[in-house]
Structure formats: structure tokens, C-alpha cells
């Protein structure tokens, strides 16, 4: 079954969306910044002298970039917010494969960033997947997609040769969480929650 917080984050990602979306007669920006993160995720690689403390730096700007959105979101007015109804899909970022070159980025208009992250905006998740035997880890952030964005990561999945970016869901309505744990199992979690 899908974790509750999990569930809660789709939540507010669909209702973010659904606000700004609702907020603008403009395509939203989809990085505000109210919730922008202390660092980008190649800031952090910089930073940070192992694997798994870059892991683990990565996993708590995701929590914080998740929890100031659920803040912002329960000061609102819940009644007013939309997003229930709209069509999304889940992304995976396997931010250890990345080349951090700037193709996606360039190839999607600034979609993606220099580091192949989709917009904080859309973060759902991080989660370190690790070996203990051959001590390999690895970071995987997910971010929910809405429809009108999917040929735009098409592109970028494309550009990244599909080892740091792929689809984690097929396309689903609002935060429904039968197609979105079909996702998680696919995934074999093993999540040490953001």
C-alpha cells in the first residue's frame, strides 16, 4: 500500500499545480520561489565529499523543498485550491547517473536544470537506494508530472540516453493512489523517507 506521506505529497504537488495554474492565465514558472532549495543538486556534489552524504544532503533539500509547499498549502484555502482532476505521471531522476552537461535543459527550454532536475514544484520524493555488500548508492528523486508537460520530458528522458531520467507511472488522474503504488512496487522501495 502507498505510504501515507507519499500519498500526501502527490497531494500537494497536484494542488500546487492546480493553483498556480488557476492563480495565472500565464504558464506557472513551476520553481517558486517561496520553495526554493538552499542548493541545487550539482551544488551538492560539489559540496560533499562521499556518496552517501551527497545522498543523504539531497534527500533533506527535497524533504524541505516538501514540507515548505505542504506549510504554504495549509495556510490556503483548501476549498479553492483545484488539481483532484488533473492528469499527471510520475518522474524519476537517478541523480547519481546524471552528466550534469545541460543537454535537458537546453533541449527542454529550461524544463530540467543543469543537473537534469525537474522543477521543485513538482518534487515528491527522494529516496536512497543502497548495496551494503558493494557499498553503491544511489539517489532517486520522483516529481509529479502534469500531461500538458509530458512531451517536454519525452525530450529530456530522450537527451539523458534514459539512464538518469525515466517514467516511474503511467499516466493517472489527480493522486490516485492504485496506479502510483503500482509505481512504488515497481520500484521495490526500500525508502528512507526525505
Given amino acids: 500500500m502507498l505510504s501515507e506521506y507519499l500519498t500526501h ?11 498556480m495554474v488557476h492563480r495565472s492565465t500565464a504558464p506557472p514558472a513551476l520553481r517558486s520561489p517561496e520553495l526554493k532549495p538552499n542548493h541545487s543538486f550539482f551544488e551538492v556534489f560539489r559540496m560533499c565529499q562521499s556518496v552517501e552524504s551527497v545522498a ?12 515548505a509547499r505542504s506549510i504554504r498549502l495549509r495556510d490556503r484555502n483548501k476549498d479553492e485550491l ?5 492528469i499527471g505521471r510520475l518522474l524519476v531522476l537517478d541523480t547519481f547517473s ?74 493517472h488522474r489527480g493522486f490516485q493512489a492504485k496506479s502510483i503504488s503500482a509505481f512504488v512496487e515497481e520500484l521495490g522501495r526500500s525508502v528512507f523517507a526525505a
Fill in 9 to 19: 505529497r502527490i497531494q500537494d504537488a497536484v494542488l500546487w499545480y492546480g493553483d
Fill in 98 to 171: 546524471c552528466t550534469y552537461d545541460g543537454l535537458a535543459a537546453d533541449s527542454t527550454g529550461g524544463f530540467f536544470d543543469d543537473g537534469d532536475c525537474p522543477p521543485w514544484d513538482l518534487w515528491i520524493d527522494y529516496e536512497i537506494k543502497s548495496d551494503l555488500s558493494s557499498r553503491h548508492v544511489r539517489g532517486l528523486l520522483s516529481a509529479w508530472i502534469p500531461k500538458e508537460y509530458f512531451p517536454v520530458v519525452e525530450e529530456g528522458i530522450l537527451v539523458s540516453g534514459g539512464e538518469a531520467l525515466s517514467w516511474g507511472s503511467s499516466e
Fill in 56 to 67: 543523504k544532503f539531497q534527500a533533506t533539500l527535497v524533504g524541505d523543498v516538501c514540507l
Fill in 82 to 86: 483545484c488539481g483532484d482532476n488533473t
